[in-house]
């Protein structure tokens, strides 16, 4: 029996569960010292999604993010979440990706890898783990919890014995979705601790409720390290708080040995700053007792949400919460964890807005069920496997092997823009944002010096307000209009502050911008859209607001019926959009690169 040991998520899960991982870098520096003088085994800080919401929305350097905080707590063990073979993307990266991404990581001061993969399959876990323990790093195993009929504790002990196999260094149980029951958390550690003799973290949300009582009992059972998060930013879709634990073990054998006022110093700090991002806060924050009939992890809870928020089809949550458990089951019960509940939820969103199940099938569902991401737990069910993937082979090797080394042409394709071999991997991550990133970065966008002005900026024959909220896509920005380019200039740039941070962006004019509300503080922004509405059989639409990713067909060129025509990216996840009718391109209305709305049509094609 001997002191449970703490990792508080505060700089990566707890926001990420809360705020769409939207917390600064520059709100976490100024509590670093307070941090890394408490005493904690490990400060969870990257990884999970923050190195795509660096990229996608804080227009911030996550390589420039870790090395910050490692120089901020030199004393603290630095933790990541790490998906195996995808890393922090949602495909699978080669080998000299991974082992790339890795080394860097940990050069830049990563110290711990919990390394888990979606679908618990071993094979996509090995190259992480080999490559972290080759870099002198801690690899943590990771074993994700989840409850069907093929998950059991004898198949987690397996797994669990098959990472040890591998070389890791401790065994991480991580409950993404807040499924562990009390007595099934004290079963399932007893049973890791009689057959493993390694180190054994807890990670479980506090969604049902029942989070707390979870860490006791597994702490009872023996259960060496838990996760917990500063109070303010725990609870709900997050994870149990630390002061309470740290207070409850006190003066047990398993007292932590923390101290309660520089960690109430610590939380002060962050309560305050959780006020700044009152805008991205989920409204599905308190308990839910549904997770246990759904399964829907915390985090994923505030995307859907978001999801159907900006579709104008939040009422329908509850349906997608339904839809959920049935696709799970269609595709072989996987645990839901980053990127298969984003394939499940997706989909079920899908499912759900078209009014037709598997009507439209995203690419990654097509991959997921040809093996692309790795065995499935369960069988999968073959009538929408042969829908999915038609007479296409199926994948039963390590999906990675098929995989040819690809590093070096990833940095050749961005050696105009990459300063270094991080800036390749983020290119690697996410090619679109990350291409468009290093673009911003090298022509100074990301850090333009507004110019103040005392008056209102003049638009043409307008006045704009120099303050105002805008929301879009089902977010709210406060925007300040700090200056603006000269009138008579074709191309005009305007500078403003967004949350805070300058931005700038160049257009011919401000026309196209719809503003109602009228009041300054209060006032709606809106793109209004040239696109015709749909009236004719050969009209491709889209069934949600997405991004185009690539365009499939030109003008004058002959399809066929449910012939690919385009690539479209919503909530992370690929989608093909095909052609409702055979006929030839009469118009394309839509480039790479392009948002494009429901109700819109992008492609005009005609009986031949």
Same mark, same amino acid.
């Given at each position: 029996?001997?002191?449970?040991?703490?990792?508080? #998520?505060?700089?990566?899960?707890?926001?990420?569960?809360?705020?769409?991982?939207?917390?600064?870098?520059?709100?976490?520096?100024?509590?670093?010292?307070?941090?890394?003088?408490?005493?904690?085994?490990?400060?969870?800080?990257?990884?999970?999604?923050?190195?795509?919401?660096?990229?996608?929305?804080?227009?911030?350097?996550?390589?420039?993010?870790?090395?910050?905080?490692?120089?901020?707590?030199?004393?603290?063990?630095?933790?990541?979440?790490?998906?195996?073979?995808?890393?922090?993307?949602?495909?699978?990266?080669?080998?000299?990706?991974?082992?790339?991404?890795?080394?860097?990581?940990?050069?830049?001061?990563?110290?711990?890898?919990?390394?888990?993969?979606?679908?618990?399959?071993?094979?996509?876990?090995?190259?992480?783990?080999?490559?972290?323990?080759?870099?002198?790093?801690?690899?943590?195993?990771?074993?994700?919890?989840?409850?069907?009929?093929?998950?059991?504790?004898?198949?987690?002990?397996?797994?669990?014995?098959?990472?040890?196999?591998?070389?890791?260094?401790?065994?991480?149980?991580?409950?993404?979705?807040?499924?562990?029951?009390?007595?099934?958390?004290?079963?399932?550690?007893?049973?890791?601790?009689?057959?493993?003799?390694?180190?054994?973290?807890?990670? !479980?949300?506090?969604?049902? =409720?029942?989070?707390?009582?979870?860490?006791?009992?597994?702490?009872?059972?023996?259960?060496?390290?838990?996760?917990?998060?500063?109070?303010?930013?725990?609870?709900?879709?997050?994870?149990?708080?630390?002061?309470?634990?740290?207070?409850?073990?006190?003066?047990?054998?398993?007292?932590?040995?923390?101290?309660?006022?520089?960690?109430?110093?610590?939380?002060?700090?962050?309560?305050?700053?959780? *006020?700044?991002?009152?805008?991205?806060?989920?409204?599905?924050?308190?308990?839910?007792?549904?997770?246990?009939?759904?399964?829907?992890?915390?985090?994923?809870?505030?995307?859907?949400?978001?999801?159907?928020?900006?579709?104008?089809?939040?009422?329908?949550?509850?349906?997608?919460?339904?839809?959920?458990?049935?696709?799970?089951?269609?595709?072989?019960?996987?645990?839901?964890?980053?990127?298969?509940?984003?394939?499940? =939820?997706?989909?079920?969103?899908?499912?759900?807005?078209?009014?037709?199940?598997?009507?439209?099938?995203?690419?990654?569902?097509?991959?997921?069920?040809?093996?692309?991401?790795?065995?499935?737990?369960?069988?999968?069910?073959?009538?929408?496997?042969? *829908?999915?993937?038609?007479?296409?082979?199926?994948?039963?090797?390590?999906?990675?092997?098929?995989?040819?080394?690809?590093?070096?042409?990833?940095?050749?394709?961005?050696?105009?823009?990459?300063?270094?071999?991080?800036?390749?991997?983020?290119?690697?991550?996410?090619?679109?944002?990350?291409?468009?990133?290093?673009?911003?970065?090298?022509?100074?966008?990301?850090?333009?010096?507004?110019?103040?002005?005392?008056?209102?900026?003049?638009?043409?024959?307008?006045?704009?307000?120099?303050?105002?909220?805008?929301?879009?896509?089902?977010?709210?920005?406060?925007?300040?209009?700090?200056?603006?380019?000269?009138?008579?200039? !074709?191309?005009?740039?305007?500078?403003?502050?967004?949350?805070? #941070?300058?931005?700038?962006?160049?257009?011919?004019?401000?026309?196209?911008?719809?503003?109602?509300?009228?009041?300054?503080?209060?006032?709606?922004?809106?793109?209004?859209?040239?696109?015709?509405?749909?009236?004719?059989?050969?009209?491709?639409?889209?069934?949600?607001?997405?991004?185009?990713?690539?365009?499939?067909?030109?003008?004058?060129? *002959?399809?066929?019926?449910?012939?690919?025509?385009?690539?479209?990216?919503?909530? *992370?996840?690929?989608?093909?959009?095909?052609?409702?009718?055979?006929?030839?391109?009469?118009?394309?209305?839509?480039?790479?690169?392009?948002?494009?709305?429901?109700?819109?049509?992008?492609?005009?094609?005609?009986?031949?």
């Amino acid at each position: 029996m001997q002191k449970v040991h703490i990792t508080d #998520v505060i700089l990566r899960d707890a926001h990420q569960s809360l705020i769409a991982t939207r917390l600064r870098t520059e709100d976490m520096l100024p509590a670093c010292e307070m941090l890394d003088n408490i005493g904690y085994w490990s400060l969870e800080c990257w990884g999970g999604a923050t190195f795509d919401a660096c990229l996608r929305f804080l227009k911030e350097d996550p390589w420039e993010r870790l090395s910050k905080l490692r120089a901020a707590l030199p004393k603290t063990r630095l933790q990541m979440l790490l998906r195996g073979q995808n890393l922090l993307g949602y495909r699978h990266y080669s080998d000299d990706v991974v082992k790339a991404f890795i080394e860097r990581a940990a050069a830049n001061g990563m110290d711990v890898f919990r390394i888990f993969d979606a679908l618990n399959d071993v094979r996509n876990l090995q190259t992480a783990i080999e490559v972290t323990k080759a870099t002198g790093k801690h690899a943590q195993g990771t074993i994700c919890y989840t409850t069907s009929p093929v998950h059991d504790v004898k198949s987690f002990v397996t797994l669990g014995k098959a990472l040890a196999e591998l070389g890791c260094d401790s065994i991480a149980i991580k409950d993404m979705a807040g499924l562990l029951t009390p007595f099934a958390a004290s079963d399932l550690v007893k049973a890791l601790k009689d057959a493993l003799d390694l180190p054994l973290h807890l990670h !479980t949300h506090a969604t049902s =409720g029942l989070a707390e009582m979870c860490q006791l009992k597994a702490i009872e059972a023996g259960c060496d390290h838990v996760d917990t998060a500063l109070s303010s930013w725990s609870g709900g879709t997050s994870h149990p708080p630390t002061e309470s634990l740290v207070t409850a073990l006190r003066g047990t054998p398993y007292d932590t040995g923390l101290d309660l006022d520089k960690l109430e110093a610590a939380n002060a700090y962050f309560a305050n700053i959780r *006020k700044k991002y009152r805008r991205f806060e989920s409204e599905f924050t308190g308990v839910d007792t549904r997770v246990h009939v759904f399964q829907v992890p915390g985090g994923m809870i505030s995307n859907l949400a978001n999801q159907l928020k900006e579709r104008n089809a939040l009422d329908r949550i509850e349906e997608v919460y339904r839809e959920i458990p049935k696709v799970r089951e269609d595709l072989g019960y996987p645990p839901l964890v980053t990127p298969t509940s984003q394939i499940v =939820g997706t989909q079920a969103v899908l499912n759900i807005l078209t009014g037709k199940r598997y009507d439209t099938i995203s690419n990654e569902v097509k991959r997921y069920l040809q093996g692309g991401y790795g065995k499935s737990p369960a069988p999968v069910n073959k009538e929408l496997q042969h *829908k999915a993937i038609g007479k296409e082979d199926l994948i039963d090797c390590r999906p990675a092997d098929l995989l040819k080394p690809e590093f070096e042409h990833l940095r050749q394709e961005i050696a105009h823009l990459a300063k270094n071999d991080e800036d390749v991997l983020s290119y690697a991550m996410f090619p679109e944002i990350g291409k468009q990133f290093l673009e911003l970065r090298s022509t100074d966008h990301l850090v333009a010096e507004p110019l103040e002005l005392e008056e209102p900026v003049e638009t043409g024959s307008k006045t704009a307000p120099t303050e105002f909220n805008v929301a879009l896509h089902g977010e709210a920005y406060h925007i300040k209009v700090t200056g603006a380019g000269p009138k008579n200039q !074709t191309l005009r740039h305007f500078y403003f502050m967004v949350d805070g #941070v300058p931005e700038e962006i160049v257009v011919e004019t401000l026309d196209e911008i719809v503003l109602d509300g009228g009041t300054q503080g209060a006032v709606q922004g809106s793109i209004s859209s040239k696109r015709r509405r749909p009236s004719e059989p050969g009209d491709v639409v889209v069934s949600m607001p997405c991004n185009i990713l690539e365009v499939l067909v030109k003008h004058g060129q *002959k399809v066929d019926a449910g012939q690919a025509v385009l690539v479209t990216e919503a909530m *992370k996840m690929e989608t093909e959009i095909t052609a409702p009718i055979a006929g030839v391109v009469k118009a394309v209305h839509v480039v790479k690169g392009e948002p494009a709305n429901p109700n819109e049509v992008l492609i005009e094609i005609v009986p031949e």
